[in-house]
Protein backbone atom coordinates (compact mmCIF):
# COMPACT_ATOMS: atom_id res chain seq x y z
CA UNK A 1 0.00 0.00 0.00
CA UNK A 2 0.93 3.54 -0.87
CA UNK A 3 2.47 5.57 2.19
CA UNK A 4 2.30 9.50 2.14
CA UNK A 5 6.15 9.65 2.20
CA UNK A 6 6.50 7.55 -0.68
CA UNK A 7 5.42 11.01 -2.86
CA UNK A 8 7.78 13.87 -3.42
CA UNK A 9 4.79 16.40 -2.75
CA UNK A 10 5.66 19.87 -1.71
CA UNK A 11 3.61 22.78 0.39
CA UNK A 12 3.10 25.36 -2.87
CA UNK A 13 0.58 22.54 -4.52
CA UNK A 14 -2.39 21.96 -2.60
CA UNK A 15 -3.76 18.93 -1.34
CA UNK A 16 -7.75 18.51 -1.63
CA UNK A 17 -9.28 17.13 1.52
CA UNK A 18 -9.54 13.64 -0.03
CA UNK A 19 -6.05 13.27 -0.52
CA UNK A 20 -4.78 10.81 2.49
CA UNK A 21 -8.03 9.07 2.03
CA UNK A 22 -7.03 8.57 -1.47
CA UNK A 23 -3.33 7.35 -0.43
CA UNK A 24 -4.70 4.95 1.88
CA UNK A 25 -7.54 3.27 -0.89
CA UNK A 26 -4.41 2.74 -3.38
CA UNK A 27 -3.79 6.19 -5.21
CA UNK A 28 -0.34 5.34 -7.25
CA UNK A 29 0.45 8.78 -9.06
CA UNK A 30 -0.70 12.15 -8.95
CA UNK A 31 -0.78 15.35 -11.29
CA UNK A 32 -1.87 18.88 -11.29
CA UNK A 33 -4.56 20.43 -11.96
CA UNK A 34 -5.42 23.95 -10.77
CA UNK A 35 -2.43 24.03 -8.51
CA UNK A 36 -3.73 21.00 -6.43
CA UNK A 37 -2.48 17.69 -6.91
CA UNK A 38 -5.39 14.93 -8.04
CA UNK A 39 -5.02 11.28 -7.94
CA UNK A 40 -4.66 9.66 -11.87
CA UNK A 41 -3.96 5.97 -11.23
CA UNK A 42 -5.43 3.50 -8.80
CA UNK A 43 -3.72 0.83 -11.16
CA UNK A 44 -4.57 -0.29 -14.37
CA UNK A 45 -6.93 2.08 -16.45
CA UNK A 46 -8.68 -0.87 -18.42
CA UNK A 47 -10.18 -1.64 -14.75
CA UNK A 48 -10.41 1.45 -13.74
CA UNK A 49 -12.50 1.94 -17.02
CA UNK A 50 -14.70 -1.39 -16.55
CA UNK A 51 -15.52 -0.38 -13.02
CA UNK A 52 -16.85 2.56 -14.30
CA UNK A 53 -18.93 1.11 -17.05
CA UNK A 54 -19.92 -1.61 -15.01
CA UNK A 55 -20.43 -0.54 -11.92
CA UNK A 56 -19.23 2.94 -9.98
CA UNK A 57 -15.98 4.56 -8.94
CA UNK A 58 -15.53 7.11 -6.89
CA UNK A 59 -12.63 9.96 -8.33
CA UNK A 60 -11.73 12.81 -5.84
CA UNK A 61 -12.31 15.71 -8.04
CA UNK A 62 -11.61 18.49 -5.85
CA UNK A 63 -9.35 19.99 -8.09
CA UNK A 64 -12.75 21.14 -10.24
CA UNK A 65 -12.78 24.62 -7.87
CA UNK A 66 -15.41 26.81 -7.38
CA UNK A 67 -15.64 30.11 -8.32
CA UNK A 68 -18.22 31.65 -6.29
CA UNK A 69 -20.16 34.88 -7.70
CA UNK A 70 -22.74 36.68 -5.77
CA UNK A 71 -24.02 40.03 -4.69
CA UNK A 72 -26.90 41.92 -6.96
CA UNK A 73 -25.45 42.19 -10.28
CA UNK A 74 -24.08 38.05 -10.24
CA UNK A 75 -26.49 37.00 -12.51
CA UNK A 76 -25.83 40.22 -15.18
CA UNK A 77 -21.85 39.33 -14.66
CA UNK A 78 -22.35 35.76 -15.20
CA UNK A 79 -23.92 36.12 -18.44
CA UNK A 80 -21.00 38.71 -19.29
CA UNK A 81 -18.64 35.80 -18.38
CA UNK A 82 -20.16 33.22 -20.93
CA UNK A 83 -21.48 32.88 -25.14
CA UNK A 84 -24.38 30.82 -23.74
CA UNK A 85 -27.43 32.41 -23.23
CA UNK A 86 -28.41 31.83 -19.42
CA UNK A 87 -31.37 33.92 -19.34
CA UNK A 88 -33.76 30.57 -18.87
CA UNK A 89 -31.25 28.91 -16.21
CA UNK A 90 -33.50 27.96 -13.34
CA UNK A 91 -32.38 28.19 -9.42
CA UNK A 92 -31.54 24.44 -9.24
CA UNK A 93 -30.23 23.94 -12.43
CA UNK A 94 -26.65 23.60 -14.30
CA UNK A 95 -25.17 24.10 -17.61
CA UNK A 96 -22.37 23.77 -19.20
CA UNK A 97 -20.76 26.85 -20.67
CA UNK A 98 -17.69 28.20 -22.68
CA UNK A 99 -15.78 31.14 -20.92
CA UNK A 100 -14.37 33.50 -23.59
CA UNK A 101 -12.23 35.79 -24.02
CA UNK A 102 -11.95 39.01 -26.75
CA UNK A 103 -10.65 37.15 -29.08
CA UNK A 104 -13.36 34.51 -28.32
CA UNK A 105 -10.80 32.44 -27.35
CA UNK A 106 -11.96 29.41 -25.65
CA UNK A 107 -10.85 29.95 -21.83
CA UNK A 108 -12.34 27.72 -19.68
CA UNK A 109 -15.26 24.91 -20.10
CA UNK A 110 -17.04 24.66 -17.00
CA UNK A 111 -20.28 23.17 -15.72
CA UNK A 112 -22.26 26.38 -13.86
CA UNK A 113 -24.20 25.49 -11.33
CA UNK A 114 -27.01 28.17 -10.18
CA UNK A 115 -27.72 27.86 -6.43
CA UNK A 116 -30.18 30.85 -5.74
CA UNK A 117 -31.31 34.15 -7.60
CA UNK A 118 -28.23 35.60 -7.27
CA UNK A 119 -25.36 33.02 -6.29
CA UNK A 120 -23.09 31.03 -8.72
CA UNK A 121 -20.66 28.53 -9.05
CA UNK A 122 -18.45 28.08 -11.52
CA UNK A 123 -16.95 24.93 -11.62
CA UNK A 124 -13.79 24.54 -13.51
CA UNK A 125 -11.85 22.79 -15.43
CA UNK A 126 -8.29 23.44 -15.69
CA UNK A 127 -7.33 27.44 -15.96
CA UNK A 128 -7.22 30.53 -13.67
CA UNK A 129 -10.59 31.71 -14.21
CA UNK A 130 -10.64 33.34 -10.58
CA UNK A 131 -8.35 35.52 -11.16
CA UNK A 132 -9.77 36.28 -14.87
CA UNK A 133 -13.24 37.01 -13.15
CA UNK A 134 -12.16 39.05 -10.29
CA UNK A 135 -9.73 41.11 -13.29
CA UNK A 136 -13.13 41.32 -15.38
CA UNK A 137 -14.94 42.98 -12.12
CA UNK A 138 -12.40 45.21 -11.55
CA UNK A 139 -13.78 47.16 -14.42
CA UNK A 140 -17.52 45.66 -14.99
CA UNK A 141 -18.82 48.48 -12.75
CA UNK A 142 -21.06 45.74 -11.41
CA UNK A 143 -21.91 45.03 -7.54
CA UNK A 144 -20.50 41.63 -7.14
CA UNK A 145 -18.04 39.62 -4.71
CA UNK A 146 -16.10 36.93 -6.05
CA UNK A 147 -14.20 34.29 -4.26
CA UNK A 148 -13.09 30.78 -4.05
CA UNK A 149 -15.39 29.03 -1.59
CA UNK A 150 -14.58 25.91 0.90
CA UNK A 151 -15.85 23.68 -1.77
CA UNK A 152 -14.61 19.92 -2.35
CA UNK A 153 -16.15 18.13 -5.26
CA UNK A 154 -16.32 14.08 -5.62
CA UNK A 155 -17.39 12.01 -8.80
CA UNK A 156 -19.39 9.44 -7.88
CA UNK A 157 -19.95 8.28 -11.84
CA UNK A 158 -21.18 4.43 -13.71
CA UNK A 159 -24.64 2.75 -13.71
CA UNK A 160 -24.98 1.94 -9.94
CA UNK A 161 -24.14 5.20 -8.79
CA UNK A 162 -27.77 5.74 -8.64
CA UNK A 163 -28.51 3.36 -6.22
CA UNK A 164 -25.37 4.42 -3.81
CA UNK A 165 -27.13 7.79 -3.99
CA UNK A 166 -30.48 5.97 -2.58
CA UNK A 167 -28.44 4.36 0.26
CA UNK A 168 -26.77 7.60 1.20
CA UNK A 169 -29.04 10.33 0.87
CA UNK A 170 -32.88 8.07 0.32
CA UNK A 171 -35.32 7.45 -2.15
CA UNK A 172 -35.79 11.58 -2.61
CA UNK A 173 -32.57 11.92 -4.48
CA UNK A 174 -33.68 9.41 -7.33
CA UNK A 175 -36.03 11.75 -9.04
CA UNK A 176 -32.59 14.56 -8.98
CA UNK A 177 -32.80 15.06 -12.92
CA UNK A 178 -29.69 15.20 -15.56
CA UNK A 179 -28.17 18.56 -15.35
CA UNK A 180 -29.81 19.77 -12.00
CA UNK A 181 -29.04 19.85 -8.26
CA UNK A 182 -30.20 20.47 -4.97
CA UNK A 183 -28.66 21.06 -1.54
CA UNK A 184 -28.11 17.53 1.04
CA UNK A 185 -27.04 16.61 4.36
CA UNK A 186 -24.62 13.12 4.63
CA UNK A 187 -25.09 12.78 8.45
CA UNK A 188 -25.12 16.66 9.27
CA UNK A 189 -22.32 17.37 6.69
CA UNK A 190 -23.94 20.06 4.04
CA UNK A 191 -23.34 19.08 0.53
CA UNK A 192 -24.46 20.01 -3.01
CA UNK A 193 -25.32 17.10 -4.87
CA UNK A 194 -25.86 17.51 -9.41
CA UNK A 195 -26.91 15.07 -11.98
CA UNK A 196 -23.09 16.07 -13.34
CA UNK A 197 -19.88 14.82 -14.24
CA UNK A 198 -16.99 13.91 -16.66
CA UNK A 199 -17.81 10.23 -17.52
CA UNK A 200 -21.27 10.36 -20.13
CA UNK A 201 -22.55 7.51 -17.72
CA UNK A 202 -25.30 8.03 -15.71
CA UNK A 203 -23.48 10.17 -12.17
CA UNK A 204 -23.29 12.39 -9.81
CA UNK A 205 -20.87 15.25 -8.45
CA UNK A 206 -21.33 16.09 -4.67
CA UNK A 207 -19.78 18.86 -3.57
CA UNK A 208 -18.56 19.27 0.27
CA UNK A 209 -19.23 22.30 1.83
CA UNK A 210 -16.62 21.72 5.37
CA UNK A 211 -13.15 20.68 3.90
CA UNK A 212 -12.13 19.22 7.30
CA UNK A 213 -14.71 16.44 6.52
CA UNK A 214 -13.21 14.87 3.62
CA UNK A 215 -11.72 11.78 5.05
CA UNK A 216 -15.03 10.95 6.57
CA UNK A 217 -17.18 12.05 3.62
CA UNK A 218 -14.78 9.73 1.38
CA UNK A 219 -14.92 6.65 3.71
CA UNK A 220 -19.24 6.88 3.92
CA UNK A 221 -19.54 6.63 0.33
CA UNK A 222 -16.99 3.70 -0.24
CA UNK A 223 -19.13 1.74 2.61
CA UNK A 224 -22.31 2.58 1.31
CA UNK A 225 -21.27 1.67 -2.25
CA UNK A 226 -19.55 -1.28 -1.19
CA UNK A 227 -22.03 -4.06 -1.67
CA UNK A 228 -22.82 -2.00 -5.62
CA UNK A 229 -19.01 -3.10 -6.22
CA UNK A 230 -18.29 0.81 -5.90
CA UNK A 231 -14.23 1.11 -6.43
CA UNK A 232 -11.93 4.30 -5.69
CA UNK A 233 -11.10 5.58 -9.41
CA UNK A 234 -9.48 8.20 -11.50
CA UNK A 235 -11.46 10.03 -14.39
CA UNK A 236 -11.17 7.33 -17.09
CA UNK A 237 -9.55 8.89 -20.68
CA UNK A 238 -10.85 5.91 -22.41
CA UNK A 239 -14.36 7.04 -21.39
CA UNK A 240 -13.91 10.16 -21.78
CA UNK A 241 -12.26 9.95 -25.45
CA UNK A 242 -15.04 7.48 -25.91
CA UNK A 243 -18.12 10.53 -24.81
CA UNK A 244 -16.15 13.25 -27.17
CA UNK A 245 -15.54 15.36 -24.10
CA UNK A 246 -13.20 17.70 -24.06
CA UNK A 247 -10.26 17.91 -22.04
CA UNK A 248 -8.70 21.39 -21.50
CA UNK A 249 -4.82 22.40 -22.79
CA UNK A 250 -5.04 19.05 -24.80
CA UNK A 251 -8.58 19.31 -26.81
CA UNK A 252 -9.19 23.33 -26.25
CA UNK A 253 -7.27 26.43 -25.54
CA UNK A 254 -7.40 29.80 -25.60
CA UNK A 255 -6.58 29.95 -29.10
CA UNK A 256 -9.72 27.81 -29.68
CA UNK A 257 -12.76 29.20 -30.95
CA UNK A 258 -15.72 27.18 -30.21
CA UNK A 259 -17.10 26.84 -33.94
CA UNK A 260 -13.68 24.90 -34.06
CA UNK A 261 -15.48 22.41 -31.87
CA UNK A 262 -18.65 22.24 -32.81
CA UNK A 263 -19.84 23.64 -30.12
CA UNK A 264 -22.18 26.31 -31.80
CA UNK A 265 -24.83 25.38 -29.37
CA UNK A 266 -22.84 27.04 -26.93
CA UNK A 267 -23.05 30.43 -28.31
CA UNK A 268 -26.06 32.78 -28.39
CA UNK A 269 -25.10 35.66 -31.00
CA UNK A 270 -28.62 36.71 -30.89
CA UNK A 271 -29.44 37.12 -27.17
CA UNK A 272 -29.76 41.30 -26.06
CA UNK A 273 -26.93 40.46 -23.66
CA UNK A 274 -23.11 41.14 -24.56
CA UNK A 275 -20.71 38.80 -23.27
CA UNK A 276 -16.74 39.16 -23.66
CA UNK A 277 -15.70 38.07 -26.87
CA UNK A 278 -19.58 38.45 -28.68
CA UNK A 279 -18.16 40.74 -31.96
CA UNK A 280 -15.16 38.46 -31.92
CA UNK A 281 -17.01 35.28 -32.23
CA UNK A 282 -19.82 37.44 -34.73
CA UNK A 283 -16.77 37.61 -37.18
CA UNK A 284 -15.56 34.58 -37.01
CA UNK A 285 -18.75 33.05 -37.67
CA UNK A 286 -19.16 35.52 -41.04
CA UNK A 287 -15.70 34.09 -41.72
CA UNK A 288 -16.02 30.68 -41.25
CA UNK A 289 -13.35 28.58 -39.66
CA UNK A 290 -9.91 27.32 -40.95
CA UNK A 291 -9.89 24.16 -38.96
CA UNK A 292 -12.42 21.99 -37.16
CA UNK A 293 -12.32 19.22 -34.22
CA UNK A 294 -13.02 15.50 -35.68
CA UNK A 295 -13.04 12.05 -34.50
CA UNK A 296 -10.54 9.88 -35.53
CA UNK A 297 -9.90 5.63 -35.65
CA UNK A 298 -6.54 4.83 -35.85
CA UNK A 299 -4.79 1.21 -37.70
CA UNK A 300 -2.53 -0.61 -36.03
CA UNK A 301 -1.75 -2.30 -32.75
CA UNK A 302 -3.90 -1.17 -29.23
CA UNK A 303 -2.22 1.89 -28.00
CA UNK A 304 -0.18 1.37 -24.65
CA UNK A 305 -1.79 4.45 -23.03
CA UNK A 306 -3.32 8.23 -23.90
CA UNK A 307 -0.83 10.09 -25.90
CA UNK A 308 1.80 12.51 -24.08
CA UNK A 309 2.71 14.35 -26.91
CA UNK A 310 0.44 16.08 -29.83
CA UNK A 311 0.67 13.58 -32.97
CA UNK A 312 1.06 15.38 -36.17
CA UNK A 313 -1.25 14.37 -39.19
CA UNK A 314 -0.50 14.61 -42.75
CA UNK A 315 -1.76 14.16 -46.06
CA UNK A 316 -0.01 13.44 -49.01
CA UNK A 317 3.14 14.71 -46.67
CA UNK A 318 1.41 17.90 -45.93
CA UNK A 319 0.71 18.74 -42.51
CA UNK A 320 -2.91 19.13 -42.34
CA UNK A 321 -3.58 18.69 -38.20
CA UNK A 322 -2.95 17.34 -34.77
CA UNK A 323 -3.77 14.38 -32.46
CA UNK A 324 -5.01 15.90 -29.37
CA UNK A 325 -5.76 12.98 -27.61
CA UNK A 326 -6.11 9.31 -28.24
CA UNK A 327 -7.10 5.87 -26.50
CA UNK A 328 -7.66 2.47 -27.17
CA UNK A 329 -10.76 1.23 -26.27
CA UNK A 330 -11.21 -2.02 -25.37
CA UNK A 331 -15.01 -1.80 -25.86
CA UNK A 332 -14.89 -0.81 -29.08
CA UNK A 333 -11.72 -2.83 -29.69
CA UNK A 334 -10.64 0.62 -31.54
CA UNK A 335 -7.52 3.06 -31.43
CA UNK A 336 -9.72 6.08 -31.27
CA UNK A 337 -8.82 10.03 -30.74
CA UNK A 338 -10.05 13.38 -31.09
CA UNK A 339 -8.19 15.53 -33.51
CA UNK A 340 -7.89 19.32 -34.96
CA UNK A 341 -7.85 19.09 -38.46
CA UNK A 342 -7.94 21.36 -41.64
CA UNK A 343 -11.86 21.61 -42.71
CA UNK A 344 -10.41 20.25 -46.23
CA UNK A 345 -10.09 16.72 -43.99
CA UNK A 346 -12.75 17.14 -42.14
CA UNK A 347 -15.22 15.04 -43.88
CA UNK A 348 -16.33 12.00 -42.87
CA UNK A 349 -14.43 8.98 -44.51
CA UNK A 350 -11.53 10.89 -45.08
CA UNK A 351 -8.03 8.86 -44.91
CA UNK A 352 -5.18 10.49 -42.99
CA UNK A 353 -1.43 9.72 -41.70
CA UNK A 354 -1.03 10.37 -37.89
CA UNK A 355 2.72 9.81 -36.34
CA UNK A 356 2.06 8.62 -33.01
CA UNK A 357 5.36 7.50 -30.48
CA UNK A 358 5.18 4.20 -32.13
CA UNK A 359 5.22 5.41 -35.98
CA UNK A 360 3.10 6.46 -38.64
CA UNK A 361 -0.60 4.73 -38.70
CA UNK A 362 -3.70 5.33 -40.99
CA UNK A 363 -6.71 7.04 -39.74
CA UNK A 364 -9.74 7.33 -40.71
CA UNK A 365 -12.24 10.47 -40.25
CA UNK A 366 -15.57 9.50 -37.74
CA UNK A 367 -18.12 10.64 -36.41
CA UNK A 368 -18.25 11.53 -32.50
CA UNK A 369 -18.96 10.82 -29.62
CA UNK A 370 -17.68 7.39 -30.26
CA UNK A 371 -20.15 5.54 -28.17
CA UNK A 372 -23.47 6.70 -27.11
CA UNK A 373 -23.98 9.73 -29.28
CA UNK A 374 -27.05 10.97 -27.63
CA UNK A 375 -25.84 10.54 -24.09
CA UNK A 376 -28.74 8.27 -23.30
CA UNK A 377 -26.70 6.75 -20.35
CA UNK A 378 -25.77 9.47 -18.66
CA UNK A 379 -29.38 11.13 -18.99
CA UNK A 380 -31.17 8.35 -17.75
Given at each position: MAQLEDFGFGTQIRKSPYFDATVRWGAKAFSVYNHMYIPRDFGNPEENF????????????AVERQVEITGPDAAKFVQMLTSRDLSNLAVGQCKYILITNADGGVLNDPILLRLAENHFWISLADSDILLWAQGVASFAGMDVKICEPDVSPLQLQGPMSGEIMRALFGDSIMDLRYYWMREVELDGVP?????????????????????????????????????FGLKPGHTSAIRRIEGGMLSYHADADINTNPFELGLDRLVNLDMEADFIG?????????????????????????????????WPIEVDGELVGKVTSAVYSPRLKQNIALAMVSVDVAQIGTEVEVFTAGGSVRASVVERPFYDPKKRLAAA
Open positions: WNLVNNAILCDVMIVSRTGWSSELGYELYLQDSSKGDEVWEKIMAAGAPKQALRRIKEEGVSRKQVGLVLDGEPLSGPNTKF
